[in-house]
């Protein structure tokens, strides 16, 4: 009886820093995780003609078309180069102000 009680407390022993590893896991790396994606699919869905982005490979341009799964974007001074993309090379979005318009 004493030996299955002391068999018991060894399992529970065992089982404990594993759960424990799992949550820290859990918040450490797939929680943050989910959130950097809603934070870019949120990103990707609010985009307007005119805004400023940055693509994934560091280009700067301009927004002049959104479709379902690809955008076009205008690169340069001199506005002649017009690239598709797709939406998820874009690494950043920054809204066309107001105050500039003016």
Known sequence: ???SAAGA???ISL???LIVFFLL???MIMRPQ??????VK???ASMEVGDSVVTTSGFYGILIDITEEDVI?????NRNCRIPMRKGAIAEVEKASDGAAE
């Open 1 to 3: 009886m004493l030996l």
């Open 34 to 39: 989910k959130k950097e994606q809603q934070r």
């Open 25 to 27: 896991m859990y918040f």
């Open 42 to 44: 949120s990103m990707l």
């Open 15 to 17: 089982f404990v820093p």
């Open 73 to 77: 974007v205008e690169f340069g001074n």
């Open 9 to 11: 407390g060894s399992m």
